[in-house]
């Protein structure tokens, strides 16, 4: 009986840790998805206020 209770709470203590694991792996995924867009929509933004200043400038002159 002993045996069973003892197989019992580290089976929980297992789950637990797996838990645990998988949960930091997913948000550390989600957290490099949301880094990537954020990049992303910062490099579009840039270019084309880059580009809207290229523009302003040939323009002007």
Known sequence: MNLYIYLYIHMFI????YLFIYS???IF???YIYIFICLCIY???HFYICIFIYLYTYLSV
């Open 24 to 26: 930091y792996i997913y």
């Open 14 to 17: 297992y789950l637990y840790i």
């Open 29 to 31: 995924i989600y957290l």
């Open 43 to 45: 490099t579009v933004i």
